[in-house]
């Protein structure tokens, strides 16, 4: 039989470490990172367009994103909007869409396909993304198994996990290079990360997945007894509108990932070779990647005078205020209408000190 | 005859080096830069009142400032605010005051004399001050000569005119130090500023003058008879009334500094070495040492959150937001409502580069 396929884009993410645009209200997934006239989550809705009807777009966030994200991509249905009552980590967050799934169409375990997608990646182009989704979903309907889709490194990145491929290569229709996992390893540090990179049998961890409900459910059945459980226990309770029932299971799981939680046990897992362009953005010094410095190497946006600066970040996000900078280099500069930070580029991971200042003074500007 | 004795602060500066904070209509002595209470010419008009009759302050500016200054302070009587027309120079202003204290009063050459003080600049204590400026007055009173304020170096400053000191020792009853003055030094180059500092025999040029309005206008029509015609001619013009006449004769004569046009050329010149601190506060950098840096070296105003950062200035006018600032050194971060600035301490100078640029583009955040 053929499966229905569903997109659900996770954006539960909460993306301090783009502060002062990133807010509590405003994650990374709202923001304008990787183009000055869309946000992430407006381009991970159109990918998921290219997939799936848009009547089967689901996003998957957290209670008080429901609003922001509502009024963000008004073009998914607001009952596909589906927020975690808690947070449980990844895990949790695949645990409550099969639930929610289940409850709405108590035979969707035999007919659904799901591809789990990211709102807090730069993805280009669409068509090869489309190529490798459409690898990763043939694949997980055909064998039943959990698919992910892998990045070919291009540095000894040490912030990622990464997925160690295995021997066995499957064939698919799309050109993409689909083989099995043999392991799922754990953020490296440098040494072993160069030694990932040269080897060319490791590829990162997009936080994608692709599988059939019931392929899912089968997997996580026998490595996490506790969370199908919970999927069961979640939908039944759903289904009779007893919302604070399910919550009450939804709170009993641990917090903890899928790859913890799933994959790194489960019994067929497989790997789709990413044939696109793939950046986390996962820092203010990442938009040196996503966008286009000038001949001075600066990476400018909104109303700014550089004199004499070289390679620095200067974003703001107030039109009436002009922010100038004169003889600086390899500065984070980013101005909104209540905040302004500046930190070097080489530092720029610690704005979460700065976020975990404000939130021990519970300052509004979170 | 003892004499009336005014006095006149200038306040007519453009202070563009404290862009953003400082604007065309909100020059640096309107700033709050020596003390979060005050403003400079609040603190200047304070000085004054300590050395004379509050009725007898006046204030030397130019027109687009005299609305905001009648608002700073309205202790000074309105009538006192004297803008000059054009600009010309520092002579041009003192030519401008006397031809406006004679037009008031035909007899004023005879009975004033005159403190010419400063607004921009940080002076303390303030007993100290007064006792200087009554050595400099009384020295100008019994000598008919012209008397300024020279300050002892502590530092071979390039930016500021030195005065060579001669032998010729005045007594007062002050306990100042006052001598005549052998020569006025433009600029120096480092060399030159270290022996001037190692001689003991120099001090900067403070830009203050004490004069009776008779030896002025004596000393002005043998060293700059332009410019005493000019005196006679605007005061002839102002008692009749006839303010396009008068500034007519004004804009004829040069733009020239008062110590080009007269003191470096009149014939009675005395010096009372300051017995006070002083501080031009001439750039951003220099509220290293008019304001108490913190334990970490930094100087902070405003709603500002300094992380790992050593031997920043970082201020703000903007009680609504918040300057974070993480792992940076040396820098000036200054925001306003409307702009925000970054240059590294050692360049602060290049805000005038800023400044240009908004020049030309005609840009409201001047």
Redesign the interface.
């Known amino acids: 039989m053929a499966h229905t396929r569903i997109a659900v884009i996770m954006a539960g993410g909460s993306g301090e470490r783009f502060w ?1 645009f990133s807010r509590l209200k405003t994650p990374k997934q709202l923001l304008k990172l990787a183009s000055p006239d869309h946000t992430l989550i407006e381009q991970a809705v159109q990918r998921a367009h290219d997939l799936v009807d848009p009547a089967s777009v689901y996003l998957a966030t957290v209670p008080h994103l429901v609003g922001p994200l509502a009024e963000a991509v008004p073009e998914v249905p607001a009952e596909n909007i589906l927020a975690e009552p808690l947070k449980r980590n990844t895990a949790g967050c695949l645990v409550w869409l099969a639930a929610n799934l289940l409850a709405r169409d108590p035979d969707a375990r035999a007919k659904v396909s799901i591809a789990v997608i990211t709102a807090d990646h730069v993805i280009r182009p669409a068509a090869d993304f489309r190529r490798t989704v459409c690898a990763a979903l043939d694949t997980a309907e055909s064998t039943g198994g959990l698919v992910t889709i892998g990045i070919r490194p291009d540095r000894p990145e040490t912030g990622f996990g990464y997925i160690e491929m295995g021997d066995n290569t499957l064939p698919n229709e799309h050109g993409i290079t689909v083989r099995s996992v043999r392991q799922f390893r754990e953020k490296p540090d440098l040494a072993t990360a160069t030694g990932y990179l040269e080897s060319g049998q490791y590829l990162w961890n997009s936080g994608t997945f692709f599988w059939t409900l019931d392929g899912f459910l089968t997997e996580l059945e026998a490595a996490a007894p506790n969370h199908y459980a919970c999927v069961l226990a979640v939908a039944d309770a759903l289904a009779r509108g007893a919302t604070e029932a399910a919550e009450a299971a939804f709170a009993a799981i641990p917090s903890i990932s899928i790859d913890y939680a799933l994959m790194e046990k489960a019994q067929r897992v497989f790997v789709a070779e990413a044939a696109f362009e793939w950046d986390d953005v996962g820092s203010w010094d990442a938009l040196d990647r996503s966008l286009s410095p000038d001949a001075d190497s600066n990476v400018v946006q909104g109303d700014v ?1 550089a ?2 600066s070289r390679d620095n970040i200067v974003v ?1 996000q107030v039109p ?9 280099e390899g ?1 984070v ?1 980013a ?1 909104t ?8 580029k080489s ?1 720029a991971q ?2 979460k ?2 976020v975990e ?2 939130k021990s003074r519970s ?1 509004p ?1 979170l």
């Not at 209408?337 to 070097?344: E, G, N, Q, R």
Request: proline share 6%; net charge negative.
């Open positions: 002062p005078i004199i004499e703001s009436g205020t002009v922010v100038t900078v004169v003889g600086i500065l500069v101005v209408a209540d905040a302004v930070l500046i930190v070097p530092r610690d704005v000190k700065v200042t404000l300052d500007r």
